[in-house]
C-alpha cells in the first residue's frame, strides 16, 4: 500500500510518498517561498 502525505503550510508545500508497511519512501520533496515576493 503506498500513501501520500501533503503537507501544506502558509508559504510552503512538503510531501512525500511511501510504504509504511515496509517503511520505505519513494519519493519526497519541499516546495518554500511560495507567494512570497523578492529576489536572491
Do not use: H, T, W
Amino acid at each position: 500500500m503506498l500513501v501520500f502525505i501533503l503537507n501544506a503550510g502558509s508559504s510552503s508545500l512538503k510531501y512525500q510518498l511511501m510504504n509504511p508497511v515496509i517503511k520505505k519512501v519513494f519519493a519526497s520533496g519541499i516546495c518554500e517561498r511560495i507567494g512570497i515576493d523578492g529576489v536572491l
